[in-house]
């Protein structure tokens, strides 16, 4: 089927930047939406950003202006540019795709998730 790899995770000081990429695998499957998610210990899964096949963008209030989501078609990837980080922002993040499948319809698959964190 289709399987979500993530990378890009780590630590780095507040102010700093990372850049997180999914890369979707697997045969006879076309893609229509991919994001991203967070959740940090004690919170709720909230939504990051997302972006449709078309390239309209969407992203949460909290991190409007400093996160970038972009996407290659090409090799079914999404990215995920961070700057001026805050230790707010420090949780495991999700990449999530919509994925048409044969036979199936669209179905929402998930990535491992990777951790992010941002020290003081």
């Known amino acids: 089927q289709v399987q979500l790899v993530e990378s890009g995770g780590g630590l780095v000081q507040a102010g700093g930047s990372l850049r997180l990429s999914c890369a979707a695998s697997g045969r006879n499957f076309s893609i229509n939406a991919m994001g991203w998610y967070r959740q940090a210990p004690g919170k709720q899964r909230e939504v990051v950003a997302g972006i449709n096949s078309g390239g309209s963008t969407k992203y949460a209030d909290s991190v409007k202006g400093r996160f970038t989501i972009s996407r290659d078609n090409a090799k079914n990837t999404v990215f995920l540019q961070m700057n001026s980080l805050k230790p707010e922002d420090t949780a495991v993040y999700y990449c999530?795709?919509?994925?048409?499948?044969?036979?199936?319809?669209?179905?929402?698959?998930w990535g491992q998730g990777t951790l992010v964190t941002i020290s003081s």
């Open positions: 999530y795709a919509d994925v048409m499948l044969a036979k199936v319809g669209y179905l929402e698959v």
